[in-house]
């Protein structure tokens, strides 16, 4: 089993920071990266992190995903509210994928609670903050050790 990870953050997630802190606090998406790949060294993964506020690249990143990763991780942002394309793009891979939302979705506006992507996900990790990363990376290490 692949000990590549991706991990693909969609749109206005490269604001993090300076974004609506009240809601997704005041670490960088830099901060996040930095984090999440000193805990990919402890738990023996390589990580490919992007973010893109575009769909297609996002997409584009799913489908080489499929070649190499052993597990995927995805904040989509908005998108995840809207995109059947990127639903459709993960159910061609056949890896753990686990969705991450840095704020509650539930306890917001009622349009955030309908996710494409959760149709697909393994595990949804919401409300916790940036640390819904780290806690993905565990529980994909996680799983990727169980099948190896
Ligand atoms: C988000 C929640 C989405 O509803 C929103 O559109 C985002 C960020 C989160 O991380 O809490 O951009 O995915």
Redesign the pocket.
Known sequence: MSRLVYLLN????NLLGKRQPA??GHETLADVEADCRRLAGELGLELRFHQSNREYELIDWIHESRETAGALIM????F??TSIAILDALNTCDFPVIE????N?HK?EEF?RHSYVSLRADGVI?GFGTQGYQLALRRAATLIDAAS
């Open positions: 969609g749109p206005n997630l809601i997704y904040n989509p942002g908005a995840t509210h991450v939302h840095i704020s979705v917001r955030r919401a």
